[in-house]
């Protein structure tokens, strides 16, 4: 549970914001003990990775990003381009079977509809699918 400093009401662990304040939200101080949070992924792609966060946070699974790159200026080393997803434990399954299916799926760019990304036209409209 967590609980909002400035009204002080109290919301499920997967809110992050006060929806009634605005204001983040803090460990309730009736929970003793430490979340167990475990690395769900990481990937080379930082703006994948706030996609993947988002979809995830919409799915009902509370994530968080740590950027563990290394920027040598004025551009990024490829291979040191890293960021973390982490996630409590006990969604690691769904969020890793979640990001799979959500990988299978592209969006058909003449009707807006979810077909399968190995589709190459989609069989709502017909529409020719380009390959990403």
């Not at 475990?38 to 509370?62: D, Q, W, Y």
Request: charge should be negative; include cysteine; glycine fraction near 4%.
């Amino acid at each position: 549970m967590k609980n909002c400093p400035k009204c002080n009401e109290t919301f499920p662990g997967t809110h992050f914001r006060c929806p009634l304040c605005n204001i983040e939200l803090v460990l309730s101080t009736a929970q003793k003990e430490a979340l167990d949070l475990v690395i769900l992924c990481t990937v080379l792609n930082e703006a994948k990775a706030h996609i993947m966060r988002g979809f995830l946070e919409s799915e009902g699974i509370p994530c968080q990003l740590e950027n563990i790159s290394f920027h040598a200026e004025p551009a990024p080393v490829a291979d040191l381009m890293k960021v973390r997803l982490w996630t409590l434990k006990e969604d690691a399954d769904e969020a890793r079977r979640l990001l799979q299916e959500r990988e299978s799926v592209q969006v058909c760019s003449g009707c807006a509809r979810e077909v399968y990304a190995q589709d190459e036209i989609c069989p709502h409209c017909g529409e020719r699918l380009e390959e990403c």
